[in-house]
């Protein structure tokens, strides 16, 4: 964006799942949009790696979860992606041992009365850390902490039990063998999108909204930011003036969890099944991984780590060590020596994301709608992190960026 002084109708902060959905939808009724995004890709959280292994690979989000009414669904659909229309069974295997039928049952037993303590509570109002309100005679309590930090980006004494109850999950998920971040880089085709272009200020305080990039100014009647609440909370960008105290409180209180991903390479041959197979690594601690062999069909192995224990290693610089032993550990020793690559995400100190998805603090599940709530009808924000109900998840992210964009046109029609 070389020009001093340009102008559009409406400007989209981020080039992320919500931030081209809301550009997508704008552009359709007939308004101009441009599109100003950080990163020299777009796409965000959402982003597929092609390059590393030869074999596409998401190191953000990667499963269209609620899949039987996820937009997203239709969308890659209708762009030519395969997308496969079958669910994990996410816990088939403690370690290599598969679960037998009846520990399965005591598992799902468990899992049920969880799920019903949290949400119980939640949808009583009482907004507490979940860990407050499991039962105490749980068999599987260590395990469910594991799945909630993976799920969740958090561990359970800081997950929001009102949060968790108002998701609205129809626990189908489904894949996209591509890479769900190449869906989402199809969205931009056509679109007027800058990169590497962060934005420094927003100006709402007249009329127009002005837009300060180092490459200069944009005027706009509406922006819509997508940005993660994390860089919100650090005041990028800076908004003149300081926005209403509320949004303060809603950018503090909606952090963002961590996930990191370990993609690991082994040797011609070495893979141990030969078709895709999701794992626990241990049912005896928290620290541990949710391990794939061969995630959406490709020659690989994942191990996703998440919570406070994600944290943990990528600020240790450990993950891809922490891979290693989790795979020596289910695997034996010879696997280790058979590794001929890994390649770690980094969530926490990417410096346009600083974490992974959102979790409202306990106290704070409110938060949402309050952040999705317009500014002066000028300043619209987007993102996983306002739908209540689909937060944390790609097609929350659409959502939210269509209702930006619809806000907008009825703001418009109505001014």
């Known amino acids: 964006m070389k ?12 080039a992320g799942a919500a931030g081209l959905a809301a550009a997508r939808e704008l552009i359709r009724a007939g308004r101009t949009v441009r599109v100003l995004e950080a990163r020299g890709r777009v796409g965000g959280r959402a982003w ?11 190191r953000g989000c990667a499963w269209l979860h609620c899949a039987d009414r996820n937009p997203w669904t239709g969308y890659a659909q209708e762009h030519g992606f ?34 019903q303590a949290i949400e ?3 949808r009583a109002g009482i907004d507490v850390p979940a860990s407050k309100v499991l039962p105490a005679d749980l068999e599987f309590r260590t395990l469910f902490d594991a799945i909630m930090s993976w799920a969740m980006g958090v561990d359970t004494g800081e997950l929001s039990t009102v949060d968790f109850a108002t998701y609205d999950d129809t626990e189908i998920n489904w894949a996209v063998p591509a890479g769900l971040g190449a869906v989402v880089a199809t969205v931009a085709r ?51 003036p300081v926005l209403p105290p509320q949004y303060e409180e809603a950018v503090n ?11 690991v390479e082994l040797e011609a041959g070495a893979l141990p099944f030969d078709e895709t197979v999701h794992m626990v690594a241990s049912d005896t601690t928290t620290r541990t991984a949710s391990v794939t062999v061969r995630p959406a069909g490709h020659p690989l192995v994942l191990c996703f780590f998440g919570g406070a224990y994600a944290r943990e290693l990528e600020r240790a610089g450990a993950l891809e060590a922490a891979a290693r032993d989790e795979l020596v550990g289910i695997f034996g020793g010879d696997l280790a020596r058979k590794i001929r690559r890994t390649s770690a995400t980094a969530w926490v100190s990417d410096p346009w ?24 009808d000028r300043v619209f924000f987007a993102g996983e992190a ?3 109900t689909a937060y944390g998840a790609i097609h929350g992210a659409w959502l939210s960026g269509v209702d930006a964009a619809h806000r907008i046109l009825a703001t418009r029609r109505a001014s």
């Open 353 to 376: 994301a600083r974490g992974s998805y959102s979790a409202a603090r306990p106290g704070f599940a409110r938060c949402r709608t309050m952040l999705a709530t317009p500014v002066a």
């Open 190 to 240: 056509g679109l007027d999108v800058v990169l590497d272009c962060p934005v420094l200020t927003i100006d709402w305080s007249g009329p127009e909204v002005r837009v300060s990039t180092r490459e200069g100014a944009l005027e706009c009647g509406a922006v819509v930011v997508t940005v993660p609440t994390t860089l919100l909370a650090r005041g990028q960008p800076r908004f003149v």
């Open 120 to 122: 119980t509570a939640g």
């Open 3 to 14: 020009d001093e002084m340009a102008t559009t109708d409406v400007c989209v902060v981020g």
């Open 82 to 115: 395969t997308v496969v229309e079958r669910s994990p069974d996410w816990q088939r295997y403690i370690g290599r041992e598969p679960l037998t039928p009846e520990r399965r049952d005591r598992w799902d037993a468990d899992w049920d009365r969880a799920v």
């Open 386 to 388: 306002c739908p209540p």
């Open 48 to 58: 597929t790696d092609v390059e590393t292994f030869g074999v596409p690979i998401d």
């Open 253 to 263: 209180g909606l952090t963002l969890g961590v996930a990191n991903k370990v993609f």
